[in-house]
């Protein structure tokens, strides 16, 4: 089993990358999670056992006291049959904005407003343009985000 990381944006790495992103008249940083996807036959753990896929980081944090775009690309090796076309998440506080898909189905971004101490689920929905595979229609992606805002002092922490 990969290990789990938490990751807060750094700036210096293509993993866990920062910029900053337009978001409701502000400026608001960008945490850019790399997806690899491949089609491996059987033996992956996604679409029954068609495809396999990682993230890296493959657990995010978010540790900042500010909201935050997510960002989920796919780096540059994975195949243009691959195209992202949705995400479903299991925030109950209202923290995940709707989903925004750019570059032709490479990339997709969330506003994640980071108020709440909370674990989010996602599934980053892909669709194999060169399947062949009668029971899969969507491939399921998981990555976990994990919302722990930071104190500032006199704001308090939300349960």
Not at 38 to 45: K, L, M, Q
Not at 79 to 92: E, P, T
Not at 147 to 152: A, L, M, R, S, Y
Request: glycine share 8%.
């Amino acid at each position: 089993m990969a290990s789990k990381k938490d990751a807060a944006p750094d700036k210096g790495s293509k993993q866990g990358k920062t910029k900053k992103g337009k978001g409701k008249g502000e400026d608001v940083p960008v945490l850019s999670i790399q997806l690899t996807l491949a089609h491996v036959g059987f033996g992956g753990n996604a679409g029954k056992g068609h495809y396999f896929y990682s993230f890296s980081p493959d657990v995010v944090t978010v540790q900042t006291s500010t909201p935050i775009t997510l960002e989920y690309v796919f780096e540059e090796e994975v195949s243009s049959r691959f195209q992202i076309v949705n995400v479903l998440n299991s925030d109950a506080y209202k923290q995940i904005g709707a989903p925004e898909i750019l570059d032709d189905g490479r990339r997709v971004r969330m506003r994640n407003q980071n108020s709440v101490s909370t674990l989010i689920f996602f599934t980053v929905l892909v669709r194999d343009s060169l399947s062949a595979y009668n029971d899969v229609d969507l491939i399921s992606c998981d990555p976990q985000v994990g919302n722990d805002p930071q104190v500032i002092p006199g704001r308090k922490k939300r349960a």
